[in-house]
């Protein structure tokens, strides 16, 4: 079975500098990877996705995720962060052959001015 | 064009009562997704329709719950003689395909409080 954690409940930066936010994955076999981020009183929107290809993958609002299969992680980071950045992001894995998506418990970014 | 939509957005429900709520996935989508959201929690998987095809509802609760697709469109989510721990918020998202890569949409939430 799959599992994700985000060991950051709450990761607090200033505006305009750099973030990452941590995702690591369980799994035996090959893994789809999503960040999502949900705005308050708003559904989930994704960011990006780690299908296949080229580790390092780029999303909307100036986000990245890098894939490293040996450390099982997916981090997203983003080297400049703005006040309306400040939302919950979850990591998500789903797996070939299924289509239940497993949600971490989510990281609260708080951007300060 | 318009997303997932679902109604209501906010329910009060006295404990014991019956509830339902509403999903309109985007036209067209194939897939259709339940999810349950405590309180500073992840969204964890309720249950999966493929057209009218409830093919997945190990993530349902209890008996309690249950969720349907009649005509492969329109969801409704039913929970029956609720209680304090269905406190959440019930996310509906659709797909337009059935493979594991694809891009699930969420709408916007059923905030569900039973007091």
């Known amino acids: 079975a799959q599992s994700v954690t985000q060991l950051d409940s709450q990761v607090p930066v200033f505006e305009e500098a750099p973030v990452e936010l941590r995702c690591n994955y369980s799994?035996?076999?090959?893994?789809?990877l999503f960040w999502y981020v949900q705005y308050p009183n708003q559904g989930l929107q994704l960011l990006l996705k780690?299908?296949?290809?080229?580790?390092l993958v780029k999303g909307i609002n100036g986000f990245e995720a890098e894939f490293n299969k040996s450390q099982t992680s997916f981090h997203l980071r983003k080297p400049s962060v703005h006040i309306s950045d400040t939302a919950e992001y979850f990591c998500?894995?789903?797996?070939?052959?299924?289509?239940?998506?497993?949600f971490g418990t989510g990281t609260r970014l708080k951007v300060l001015a | 064009g318009a997303g997932v939509s679902q109604s209501p957005r906010y329910k009060v429900a006295k404990r014991g009562q019956d509830v339902a709520l509403r999903c309109d996935p985007i036209?067209?989508?194939?897939?259709l997704f339940w999810y349950q959201q405590a309180l500073g929690q992840g969204p964890e998987f309720l249950t999966y329709?493929?057209?009218?095809?409830?093919?997945?509802k190990s993530g349902l609760p209890s008996d309690r719950f249950f969720a349907e697709r009649p005509e492969g469109s329109v969801s409704t989510l039913k929970i029956q003689r609720t209680q304090q721990e269905d406190s959440a918020v019930y996310l509906c998202?659709?797909?337009?395909?059935?493979?594991?890569?694809?891009?699930?949409?969420f709408g916007e939430g059923s905030w569900l409080t039973v007091v």
């Open positions: 998202a659709s797909s337009p395909r059935t493979d594991s890569g694809n891009t699930i949409y």
């Open positions: 799994s035996s076999v090959s893994v789809y």
């Open positions: 780690y299908l296949s290809g080229s580790t």
């Open positions: 998500a894995v789903s797996t070939s052959g299924t289509y239940k998506y497993i």
């Open positions: 036209s067209g989508h194939v897939s």
């Open positions: 329709f493929q057209n009218e095809a409830q093919l997945d």
